[in-house]
Every structure is written in C-alpha cells, then in structure tokens.
C-alpha cells in the first residue's frame, strides 16, 4: 500500500512553461484534493474531487487545471508557470467524505520554483 | 470569506514544558479536525472534533472544542522533541465533507 504518491518531489519552471504534477493513490479513496502551502499561510484548496468524473474549484483555482479520469488518479496541470505560483503542493485524499472522522491522507509534496 | 485564524504562529518550549496551540474561526465551523507537520514532511491526520464543548485525548495530547464551535485548542503535557514540528487546524464550515479551511498553523520548538 503505497498511498498517495505525488511527482515529481522538486521541478524548476520558467515563467510561462507548463506541466503537470501527478498524483495517484491506492487506497480506492473517493475524495481527493490539491493544496498549496506557502510560509505563514497554512494549506489553500486549489481544485478538489469527489469522485471519477467530477471536479470542483477550491480557494485559489486560478491557472491551475484538474481532471479525475480514474479514482486513481488526480492530476494537477498548470497552465502558463508564474513566479506567484512557486510553492510547496500537496495532494490529499480521504476515504469518504473528510469530515467522517478519517480525516486527509496527504502525499509527499512537490516543491516547485518559478523562474 | 472563511478565516481560520491560529495563535500563536511559533512557539519555543523546553522539553518538560506544556504547549497550547489556539484555533479560533470568523464563523460557526460544523466540525474540526487538528494535523502535524514535521520539519520538510507533510500533513499528518491527528484527530477530528465534532461535538460542541467536546475534549479528546491522545496519550500527551488534549483536544477541544469550543462551546460555540468556533474556536479549538491542542495543548501537549510535558514536551518531547519528537513534539518538534507544525500544528495546524483545519474547519469545515459550510458542512460540505469535504472543503476544509486550514489555519495557518504554530511552529513548535522544544529545545533539549
């Protein structure tokens, strides 16, 4: 049991490239979300799923994609890289609904530089 | 919007010491859970509060949750090193499940 696995852990963009980060788990959770974490501003919701199919913005949806093909897997694209953009993100999922006392199960985290 | 707010932003205790971390919301939050982070890790799932007034205790751990539902406080007996790290709360207020507003949370240091 893996459980949530995000790549790449460190990436260096120019401003104006695009990627995207992976994520996946194994753990068959419905719910699963993207975070950003920046110094003194604790986790903002960027986009979050609840299941196959569906997606949702969160907080700071803005230049970031998703999409929820498989309840594997949730990939975070985005779009045109800004220096704004440079952060610590972190993918969460959580076996039914968070608030059911299971709480987020996060990944590693991916530390990405805008340049 | 949703703030969640949490006092204070670092604190620095000798081992032995107690610790309290404060949460307090700008609205009536349905329910609320409590996670830590380790230097250079990620978030931690600790514990979740639901009821009004309600304590949970995990060993050296004491959770609470205010009467108004409002604000929460995590207070650590006598620090250990393996203490070190930050202590975030996070709100659910709208009662959707599953958006969780997060703190931006309490750095702990316990020195040696």
């Known amino acids: 049991n893996a459980g949530v696995t995000q790549t790449p852990k460190f990436q260096v963009l120019k401003t104006g490239q695009s990627m995207t980060l992976q994520c996946a788990q194994d753990?068959?959770?419905?719910?699963m979300s993207w975070y950003r974490q920046d110094p003194g501003m604790g986790l903002r919701l960027i986009h979050y799923s609840v299941g196959a199919g569906i997606t949702d913005q969160g907080e700071v949806p803005n230049g970031y994609n998703v999409s929820r093909s498989t309840t594997e897997d949730f990939p975070l694209r985005l779009l045109s890289a800004a220096p704004s953009q440079t952060s610590v993100y972190f993918c969460a999922s959580s076996y039914t609904l968070p608030d059911r006392g299971y709480g987020y199960t996060f990944g590693s985290g991916t530390r990405l530089t805008v340049v | 919007g949703q703030q969640v707010m949490q006092i204070p932003q670092y604190q620095h205790v000798q081992e032995g010491e107690d610790f309290t971390t404060y949460c307090n919301s700008s609205t009536t939050l349905s329910n609320i859970q409590w996670y830590k982070q380790r230097p250079g890790g990620h978030p931690v799932f600790l514990i979740q509060l639901v009821k009004s007034g309600e304590v949970k205790k995990q060993k050296r751990l004491t959770f609470q949750f205010g009467e108004a539902k409002k604000n929460s406080s995590l207070h650590i007996t006598a620090t250990q090193t393996t203490d070190v790290g930050t202590y975030f709360c996070?709100?659910?207020?709208?009662?959707?499940?599953?958006?969780?507003?997060f703190g931006p949370g309490t750095r702990l240091s316990v020195l040696p």
């Open positions: 753990m068959n959770h419905e719910y």
């Open positions: 996070a709100g659910d207020p709208r009662n959707y499940g599953q958006n969780f507003v």
